[in-house]
């Protein structure tokens, strides 16, 4: 026999539990190790897709398409009455005009349904503020027509309100911002 000692199999390293130097002020960290992102896609391959962009953006889309689409029909109906001033279809083709208004109207409506109850507050003091400016303007004016000014066509009074409107959202958009 030999006067070795027999071979011991090497002790494993402790087993360290997770978080148990968490907070050591002791132990020095390491940076984690740098991670290889892949090039950017080139321009033919930029990943938007036309669909994407189309659910993103879709009120504003089709609020366009649909303003677009009574400016359109405006202009066409105005010029076939003016061209037409005796026909008796006169009156349908200047009524047209109000198909994709209500579609606007719609569009807004459904708009606002969607907002949250913060944007409703400010949207309704918006619109309140706009139609209470608004009565108040054309109400005014009509004494004035009394008066001796010139009658103004009731087509005014929608671009008007919706004019005061904007105006509303934004006094109240700076008096939000100011407040804090």
């Given at each position: 026999m030999?006067?070795?000692?027999?071979?011991?199999t090497?002790?494993?390293?402790?087993?360290?539990?997770?978080?148990?130097?968490?907070?050591?002020?002791?132990?020095?960290?390491?940076?984690p190790?740098?991670?290889a992102?892949?090039?950017?896609?080139?321009?033919?391959?930029s990943?938007?897709?036309?669909?994407?962009?189309?659910?993103?953006?879709?009120?504003?889309?089709l609020?366009?398409?649909?303003?677009?689409?009574?400016?359109?029909?405006?202009?066409?109906?105005?010029t076939?009455?003016?061209?037409?001033?005796?026909?008796?279809?006169?009156?349908?083709?200047?009524?047209?005009?109000?198909?994709?208004?209500?579609?606007?109207?719609?569009?807004?409506?459904?708009?606002?349904?969607r907002?949250?109850?913060?944007?409703?507050?400010?949207?309704?003091?918006?619109?309140?503020?706009?139609?209470?400016?608004?009565?108040?303007?054309?109400?005014?004016?009509?004494?004035?027509?009394?008066?001796?000014?010139?009658?103004?066509?009731?087509?005014?009074?929608?671009?008007?309100?919706?004019?005061?409107?904007?105006?509303?959202?934004?006094?109240?958009?700076?008096?939000?911002?100011?407040?804090?």
């Amino acid at each position: 026999m030999s006067r070795e000692d027999p071979p011991t199999t090497p002790l494993e390293s402790p087993v360290d539990p997770l978080f148990s130097r968490a907070a050591s002020p002791f132990v020095r960290t390491e940076a984690p190790a740098p991670v290889a992102f892949p090039s950017p896609p080139s321009w033919g391959e930029s990943g938007i897709l036309p669909i994407a962009t189309f659910v993103t953006y879709k009120s504003q889309i089709l609020f366009g398409l649909a303003v677009l689409a009574y400016l359109m029909v405006l202009v066409g109906s105005v010029t076939a009455v003016r061209a037409n001033p005796d026909a008796p279809w006169r009156y349908e083709v200047a009524f047209l005009p109000v198909f994709p208004a209500g579609v606007v109207v719609w569009l807004t409506v459904r708009a606002l349904a969607r907002l949250d109850e913060v944007a409703k507050r400010t949207q309704m003091q918006a619109l309140g503020f706009s139609m209470i400016a608004t009565a108040l303007l054309t109400f005014g004016y009509g004494f004035l027509e009394g008066g001796g000014l010139p009658h103004l066509n009731f087509t005014f009074v929608l671009p008007l309100m919706a004019l005061l409107w904007a105006v509303g959202l934004g006094i109240l958009n700076l008096k939000t911002r100011f407040r804090h």
